[in-house]
T-cell receptor, first 115, second 117 residues
Framework: AQSVTQLGSHVSVSEGALVLLRCNYS??????LFWYVQYPNQGLQLLLK??????LVKGINGFEAEFKKSETSFHLTKPSAHMSDAAEYFC?????????????FGTGTQLKVEL | DTEVTQTPKHLVMGMTNKKSLKCEQH?????MYWYKQKAKKPPELMFV???????INESVPSRFSPECPNSSLLNLHLHALQPEDSALYLC????????????????FGPGTRLTVL
């Protein structure tokens, strides 16, 4: 069974500061990994994903994440926060091909960006 | 076109009403999903359709009735709902997992905000 843990349900940063949102997964086989962002009263938008290959993944809006198998982590970072980054962020995992389409979400991290 | 559309955006209904939520995608995806999301919580999977057939029902109460009339459309019929069913209902679509290499990422719609009085 797969599971995802997001440390910190709320993260607050100053505008221009580094954003770091933590995600750890538990799976017998390295899964596919995703970060989604959700703005208030909207659906989920895919920020980035990791499947295979390069472990540093770049996504939209200046975000990136690094897959670290030894640490079972997939933390999301952005060098300089912008006010528009304030949103809910979800880390999610899905099985590799053949394992079904089911996404397992973390509990989410609310990012607040302050002036 | 990488968009999933959902109608209506907002819906208010009484506990005796019958209403339907609609979802549409034109990406050629043959897997479609319904999720329920309560405030400050992650989406919870309700149903999965694969090739227009129900493949997963996550023990959802029968007052929620899904329907997939064709490969582009997904409906969720609602009847005799309870106030605790008030939530954001999200639709998503993806390629079907055929056990082949490649990503089967899910694309989400904007959701329908449902309020049950």
């Amino acid at each position: 069974a797969q599971s995802v843990t997001q440390l910190g349900s709320h993260v607050s940063v100053s505008e221009g500061a580094l954003v770091l949102l933590r995600c750890n997964y538990s799976s017998s086989v390295p899964p596919y990994l995703f970060w989604y962002v959700q703005y208030p009263n909207q659906g989920l938008q895919l920020l980035l994903k990791y499947t295979t290959g390069a472990t540093l993944v770049k996504g939209i809006n200046g975000f990136e994440a690094e897959f670290k198998k030894s640490e079972t982590s997939f933390h999301l970072t952005k060098p300089s926060a912008h006010m528009s980054d304030a949103a809910e962020y979800f880390c999610a995992v899905s099985p590799r091909p053949g394992g079904g389409n089911k996404l397992t979400f973390g509990t989410g991290t609310q990012l607040k960006v302050e002036l | 076109d990488t968009e999933v559309t959902q109608t209506p955006k907002h819906l208010v209904m009484g506990m005796t009403n019958k209403k339907s939520l609609k979802c549409e995608q034109h990406m050629g995806h043959r897997a479609m999903y319904w999720y329920k999301q309560k405030a400050k919580k992650p989406p919870e999977l309700m149903f999965v359709y694969s090739y227009e057939k129900l493949s997963i029902n996550e023990s959802v109460p029968s007052r929620f009735s899904p329907e997939c009339p064709n490969s582009s459309l997904l409906n969720l019929h609602l009847h005799a709902l309870q106030p605790e069913d008030s939530a954001l209902y999200l639709c998503a679509s993806s390629q079907v997992d055929l056990g082949l290499a490649g990503i089967n990422e899910q694309f989400f719609g904007p959701g329908t905000r449902l309020t049950v009085l």
